[in-house]
């Protein structure tokens, strides 16, 4: 095959009949090859290696590779997926390229952190009030915080916002499963499903790895597994809101997104889920989520207003945002993912 870099071979002119082009059909194939041969002892050792688990497990993730069947360059854009960019690749009609490769949990957690615990390690300081905590008989606890947002004005105080009724409150429910197996088997499934089946994608340059908001099980972002994959997300984040989240009454998922990262890092996002509820799943390495002042330029009694709530989610905990705009930031201890859940 040839390289997209090099020119194209002149045509052989001889080719034309049937006799000729038999005598000469091996030498311009020997010939690829050997260019073929060639070209590939020309590219970077790194886009050669095979892009599995070993391959990763010292951090290092590929930026793009060298496709065998039709000698394209590609980026390496997914998470667990090679899916060549060459349109009359025959690779692409691969089933076998459909299923990603799977890192298990415990690969992605610090065993000396994920010992079973009672109290999750959360934070808060006024504004932000907790109701006492629920426990459940399986070993779950629930943590429930109200945040208050400052969204106007250049300088507020918790009263004259309350009488000027410019803030709004913010519900974040902490379902902490206490780092027990028990408890984070369903999670355990989950994670591996996404990355076996889902194709998670990053744009050049940034470090996060995002699929489309997808609302409904025939999405082609959930692949060949749609449907199943679908259900499986949905179930988990039903049956959470419903055995430890009652007080917001049944509530189904309408729409879902992966996030994922292969490192450790910091990550912003802007929500308004306005009457719908927003659900966080961690999988994988422990997530730090800070609830951050919507507007920096809001001062609170004086002082510029920093975070004032910090939850750390363990893998198969999940959050659960209610109320009016506002941004947090969440802050990764290793490869691990984040299932974003708009439920109502
Ligand atoms: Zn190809």
Redesign the pocket.
């Known amino acids: 095959m040839q390289p997209w870099w090099e020119p194209e071979p002149p045509q052989q002119p001889d080719q034309h009949t049937l006799s000729e082009s038999s005598q000469s059909a091996a030498s311009p194939i020997l010939e690829s090859r050997n260019d073929d041969k060639v070209s590939r002892l020309l590219l970077p050792l790194s886009l050669l290696a095979p892009f599995t688990e070993n391959s990763t497990a010292s951090g290092f993730f590929p930026v793009g590779y060298y496709?065998t069947?039709?000698?394209?360059i590609?980026v390496q854009r997914f998470l667990r997926h090679r899916v060549?960019e060459?349109t009359a690749?025959d690779?692409?009609t691969d089933p076998q390229r459909e299923t990603g490769w799977v890192i298990s949990v415990f690969s992605t957690r610090d065993r000396k952190l994920n010992s079973a615990t009672v109290v999750p390690d959360d934070k808060w300081i006024a504004p932000t009030t907790a109701e006492p905590s629920t426990a459940f008989d399986n070993g779950a606890r629930l943590f429930h915080y109200h945040l208050a947002v400052y969204d106007s004005g250049p300088s507020v105080t918790p009263s004259n916002v309350l009488s000027s009724g410019s803030a709004g409150t913010v519900d974040v429910r902490h379902v902490f499963n206490g780092n027990r197996d028990l408890l984070q088997g369903d999670a355990s499934a989950l994670f591996e499903t996404l990355q076996r089946d889902v194709r998670i994608e990053r744009s050049i340059g940034t470090s996060v790895f995002v699929t489309p908001p997808i609302k409904s099980g025939d999405d082609p972002a959930l692949g060949r597994n749609g449907q199943s994959v679908w259900d499986q997300q949905a179930a988990f984040i039903e049956s959470a809101l419903s055995t430890y989240c009652r007080d917001l009454g049944p509530l189904k998922v309408r729409a879902l997104r992966v996030h994922a990262w292969i490192s450790v890092g910091k990550h912003i996002q802007t929500f308004s889920p306005g009457t719908k509820h927003l659900v966080l799943l961690c999988l994988g390495a422990d997530i730090a989520f800070l609830s951050l002042p919507s507007n920096p330029n809001v001062k609170l009694n004086g002082k510029p207003r920093r975070e004032c709530l910090r939850v750390t989610m363990v893998h198969g905990d999940i959050v659960v945002l209610s109320g009016s705009q506002f941004k947090f930031s969440t802050i990764r201890t290793g490869m691990c993912m984040l299932l974003e859940a708009e439920c109502n």
Do not use: D
């Not at 069947?69 to 394209?72: K, L, P």
């Open positions: 496709c069947v039709c000698g394209r590609n060549c060459g690749c690779s692409r």
